[in-house]
């Protein structure tokens, strides 16, 4: 009856220490809902955009590009969302790397194309 009694309180514990229930957020960190965060990168493509047609050099779009890119590790849905994500994360680097080349239209592109790609994100949503 011990043994019976012991397991079962172990495999409790275990259940109720490991759901997601009890999962938090660091202190101090935002989170964002999926469209939210889809929103937020496509402002800072488009500020990207404004800043090759108000005309910066390659290097301040860079950095433009690389605050996009890091802001789309903020959209958290399924995996068909993030394989999506993943590919139009990809035309940022592109635009990205054309960019630092300053090859400014080419960049202008592919930022076009990568915006185009997160905003339909929204649909696999």
Known sequence: ????????????????ASTSVWAETDAGRVTYKPVEAID????????????????SDGEAVAALIKDAMDASKEINAND???????????????????????????AEQELKNAQKSFQDLKGLL
Do not use: F, P, W, Y
């Open 1 to 16: 009856m011990k043994k019976i009694l012991l397991s079962l309180l172990i495999a409790t514990s275990m259940g109720a």
């Open 40 to 55: 937020m990168v496509s402002g800072k493509i488009k500020v990207a955009i404004d800043a090759i047609t108000s005309g």
């Open 80 to 106: 068909k969302v993030d394989m999506a994500r993943t590919r139009a994360n990809n035309k940022l680097k592109s635009a990205r790397n054309h960019a630092k080349d300053s090859a400014l239209q080419e």
